[in-house]
């Protein structure tokens, strides 16, 4: 399994970004994908969640109506688009997959709202 995020940097309050998440090495369109975000000395918390046919998605209430996830079956990539960026959205973004009861986690990739 192989979990690649991108897409992250810094933006002013307000501004947008999108991330994109690129998993192989499992059937992608078999799983739910998830986002998940951690800042220095806090729990990694989950973002949002899609659920493997792409028609339901979960979000932690903070960023509701910001934040929408979403999927491509045949690039094998989850994106997370992020709206109305606000300074406590900054974090590391993380995507990860449970596959055969194990986590698999990307590397990560930092996101700076900042003015």
């Known amino acids: 399994v192989r979990i690649v995020e991108s897409g992250g940097g810094s933006v002013q309050p307000g501004g947008s970004l999108r991330l994109s998440c690129e998993a192989t090495g499992f059937t992608f369109s078999s799983y739910v994908m998830s986002w998940y975000r951690q800042t220095p000395g806090k729990e990694r918390e989950l973002v949002a969640g899609i659920h493997s046919s792409g028609t339901t998605t979960d979000y932690l209430d903070s960023v509701k109506g910001r934040f929408n996830i979403s999927r491509h079956r045949s690039k094998k990539t989850v994106y997370l688009q992020m709206n109305s960026l606000k300074p406590e959205d900054t974090a590391v973004y993380y995507c990860?997959?449970?596959?055969?009861?194990?986590?698999?986690w990307g590397q990560g990739t930092q996101v700076t709202v900042s003015s």
């Open positions: 990860k997959v449970r596959f055969l009861e194990r986590d698999f």
